[in-house]
């Protein structure tokens, strides 16, 4: 029988469903016919037989053959992915890269392969063949590889395209909302959130669930209902925790502290915070090790001695179960995640038994959802018991503060003037420099009000950009509010906004989400901040701040004692001026910008933790005692501005 005679026999029992004899056949051929068709035709038999990854295999030597036949490399491609052959699948899409920006199944398969593998930087062109896919998958796809940049107007077309095609669908409803609250569209806000509001009113928390924490705090200031957004994280298995804690270590004599985070540069906010306490642990008593994972190499990369703060480990392409085991070859006792469920975050490493000892602090201000911590590091004020419940880790309260600060590095307020800003020389100031998502609709309502009860007043107002300018100005303009009585401002070179928050009289709080590094850099530059008592761990951070730094009166009751307390030191220019000389005359007594004191206490919870765990004992709630309090001041300025010109 001829080649072409045993590939026609061959086809015609595939026609008839005779799939074993046609495979034997096709055995039989290919001993001399190895040509495109007769592999394409093995490839679909196999399929038929359920031999999947086989058939891959087949369409691939189909497809490889030169002149490429792009068919069936799609087809090869496809069924690798599907089979998790992953190597091969990546290893077709090379060749058919092209077609993949085209097709959404080719797009589908490769960008479910890369985001396994940490590898979203690769993945950006392929967001537009997704948008516009047939199936709802295509489009989740889409939604999954949006960064973190929420001013990229790819990003923004994405999630309006998704929300107006589905405009019923729960994740792209709530993907919307995230990038209208990033440039203050109230209007919109207000009207897709009803729906959102209703359903939580009536029980039921779909619309929750699928909310990133991190944005879901800018709503939501219910902690109880805060631990429910789970974003796309996954539930750990039953006993995995108690797992880890179980597993052999080994203890030495120091304890070794890991710090996990993207942020080790001098210019992001959280080492603005803690670049101090970094250098001020002790050595002799700690070993301590940065975990970078920044998606920026030349960020970490600048001129700067990183020795100061502890030994540097690049985790940056390593996925999360090969960080975990880097940072258990480390022996690290205690690893603490600086990052949460932020920008950024590779918090899922912690579920990979990385430690025998995690904790989460400092970058995110509640409970993180789905990953395995033992302690959330807090203080009385931003965890109090009776929001235990609430929490997933155990709590360590740190005795006045959980915030860390700076008193060497951060720049001291230079003289500026009102002229230089844009300010009315005569009159009261009120001033918010949070940033524009924490600005919800009922504080610009406040800030209303309080501007119509507060006579020759004016509210400076920090905007990031022309678009969230018209939507805030357009709020106030609707409340009745004339355009003369406020003051719009951008962000600017950090040490002039240091300089040019003492030009206000008093800074206005956000809520649900206050103001945090925001908050202590007011309160460093010598501006008073009004807040009040908060209902969730991000609404209670400016609280712990003013009691650290000696001005607990500026923590109000509740939004209308705010809304009262504002007006009435709006009329009492000295009592404003009174509190402003506290601040001055606090900044090196009171404990918020005590470095040293803040190390020390830090140090203690992390001796108790250690203890605990050397014992064999499980996590528990805990409390650092607090050291005396000091009465001389902590820090001599002229000595450390003659060190830092030595530098």
Same mark, same amino acid.
């Given at each position: ?133 047939? +199936? &709802?998958?295509? %489009? ?5 590889? /949006?960064? !973190?940049?929420?001013?990229?107007? $790819?990003? @923004? ?20 909302l995230i990038f209208a609250r ?96 970094? +250098? &001020?642990?002790? %050595? ?5 090790? /940065?975990? !970078?994972?920044?998606?920026?190499? $030349?960020? @970490? ?130 001033a918010s420099f949070n940033g ?202 002229s000595a450390n501005a003659a ?5």
């Amino acid at each position: 029988m001829t080649m072409k005679n045993t590939f026609v026999t061959a086809s015609n029992l595939y026609q008839k469903g005779q799939y074993t004899r046609a495979l034997e056949t096709l055995n039989q051929l290919l001993n001399t016919d190895t040509s495109p068709k007769t592999y394409a035709l093995l490839a679909k038999t196999l399929l038929k037989l359920g031999f999947r990854s086989d058939a891959a295999k087949a369409y691939e030597l189909a497809g490889r053959q030169k002149p490429h036949r792009e068919d069936y490399l799609r087809e090869a491609l496809l069924l690798h992915a599907e089979c998790g052959n992953e190597d091969q699948a990546l290893s077709i899409g090379s060749l058919i890269l092209p077609l993949a920006f085209k097709d959404p199944e080719l797009a589908y398969a490769l960008v479910r392969i890369f985001l396994g593998r940490q590898q979203k930087e690769l993945l950006t062109g392929f967001k537009t063949v997704l948008v516009d896919g047939p +199936e &709802l998958r295509h %489009r989740l796809m889409a939604a999954k590889l /949006l960064t !973190d940049d929420l001013y990229d107007e $790819s990003n @923004r077309h994405i999630v309006a395209t998704l929300f107006k095609n589905h405009p019923d669908n729960i994740v792209f409803r709530t993907l919307y909302l995230i990038f209208a609250r990033e440039v203050s569209d109230l209007a919109t806000v207000d009207k897709h959130m009803a729906p959102v509001k209703a359903a939580i009113a009536a029980g039921n928390f779909d619309h929750v669930t699928p909310d990133n924490p991190f944005f879901h705090l800018h709503w939501c200031g219910d902690e109880a209902i805060n631990k429910l957004a789970f974003h796309d994280t996954v539930p750990l298995p039953a006993g995995h925790a108690e797992a880890r804690r179980r597993a052999p270590h080994a203890w030495s004599d120091k304890i070794r502290i890991g710090y996990l985070s993207a942020d080790f540069w001098p210019g992001h906010a959280t080492m603005k915070l803690m670049q101090r306490i970094l +250098e &001020l642990h002790d %050595r002799s008593r700690f070993e301590i090790t /940065l975990f !970078d994972h920044s998606p920026l190499a $030349s960020q @970490r990369e600048q001129e700067f001695d990183y020795s100061r703060w502890g030994r540097m480990i690049d985790i940056r392409g390593l996925s999360d179960q090969a960080a975990a085991e880097a940072i258990r070859a480390q022996g690290i006792d205690i690893l603490v995640d600086l990052k949460g469920h932020t920008k950024d975050s590779r918090a899922r490493i912690l579920n990979h038994m990385a430690a025998p000892i995690q904790v989460a602090w400092l970058g995110f201000p509640g409970t993180a959802v789905n990953i395995d911590l033992d302690y959330i590091i807090g203080d009385a004020y931003v965890l109090p018991d009776h929001s235990k419940p609430h929490f997933h880790e155990k709590f360590c309260r740190l005795p006045e503060c959980y915030q860390p600060n700076d008193p060497i590095y951060r720049p001291k307020p230079r003289p500026t003037t009102r002229a230089q800003h844009g300010l009315p020389e005569d009159a009261f100031v009120f001033a918010s420099f949070n940033g524009n998502r924490k600005i919800t609709s009922q504080m610009v309502d406040v800030w209303c009000n309080i501007l119509k009860r507060s006579k020759n007043s004016v509210l400076w107002l920090l905007c990031n950009g022309p678009r969230a300018e018209a939507n805030l100005w357009a709020r106030l303009e609707a409340r009745g509010v004339n355009r003369k009585r406020v003051v719009f401002t951008t962000r600017i070179r950090y040490e002039d906004h240091i300089d040019r928050q003492q030009l206000a009289d008093l800074g206005l709080d956000t809520f649900p989400v206050n103001g945090h590094t925001t908050t202590s850099e007011q309160l460093w530059g010598g501006l008073p901040v009004l807040t009040m008592k908060g209902t969730n761990f991000a609404s209670r951070v400016s609280e712990s701040l003013l009691n650290a730094i000696g001005v607990p009166e500026l923590v109000a009751a509740d939004v209308q004692a705010y809304e009262d307390m504002a007006v009435e030191l709006a009329g009492q220019p000295e009592r404003v001026a009174k509190f402003k000389e506290t601040l001055v005359a606090n900044r090196y007594v009171m404990p918020l910008f005590d470095a040293e004191r803040f190390t020390s206490h830090l140090e203690t919870a992390y001796d108790m933790m250690a203890a605990r765990a050397r014992q064999g004992l499980q996590p528990d709630h805990m409390d650092v005692a607090a050291l005396p309090r000091r009465t001389e001041p902590f820090h001599d300025e002229s000595a450390n501005a003659a060190a830092i010109a030595a530098e």
